[in-house]
């Protein structure tokens, strides 16, 4: 049973961690999603120095970033995945997000913006939001997550990264 590593992030608003570098490194991940608020190039230029990346733009992603999608569709194995960086939340998401879905009939739906780590569902779409790993917003704590994609089923395993305080290092989850 092979299964795809995928490190997914959002709202790292022009810093990325240098031990989540580590972390996606030492995981050998086979792919990044970033889901929006990058901040600056030099993330994006990091985050594909370690594994191909998807990536949409984010409310704050502005010049040289432009010019990024703000929604992306792709399979990881078996599974259909689409990524936006503003979508509400499984509970209400908005209109866009709900559109998204309604027409390509994801398995996963990607976002980002809130800074709130969440996982549900919405009309069969597995939603998952990392949260925020950057040290830029009202969040409390950094998180990011990998997700497991068996590549013949399609089964799923996800783990999350705590990566600490907005104002502290990289420390593993306890849960």
């Not at 936006?84 to 390509?104: D, K, Q, T, Y």
């Not at 779409?125 to 950057?134: F, H, I, Q, S």
Request: charge should be negative; include cysteine.
């Amino acid at each position: 049973m092979a299964q795809i590593k995928v490190g997914i992030l959002s709202d790292t608003h022009g810093w990325l961690d240098p031990e989540l570098v580590d972390v996606f490194r030492d995981k050998q991940v086979d792919l990044l999603i970033h889901a929006g608020d990058i901040g600056t190039q030099e993330v994006v230029d990091q985050l594909e120095s370690i594994a191909p990346l998807q990536v949409v733009k984010g409310n704050i992603d502005g010049g040289e970033l432009r010019f990024l999608p703000e929604i992306c569709v792709f399979s990881v194995g078996p599974r259909k995945i689409v990524l936006r960086h503003i979508a509400g939340s499984p509970r209400s998401p908005n209109m866009a997000a709900r559109a998204l879905i309604a027409e390509h009939q994801p398995d996963i739906f990607i976002c980002g913006h809130s800074h709130i780590p969440v996982v549900g569902r919405v009309k069969g779409a597995l939603w998952v939001n990392p949260g925020a790993c950057g040290r830029v917003g009202f969040h409390d704590l950094r998180f990011a997550l990998f997700l497991y994609v068996d590549e013949d089923s399609g089964a799923l395993e996800m783990e999350r990264i705590h990566l600490g305080s907005r104002v502290s290092g990289f420390r593993s989850d306890p849960s």
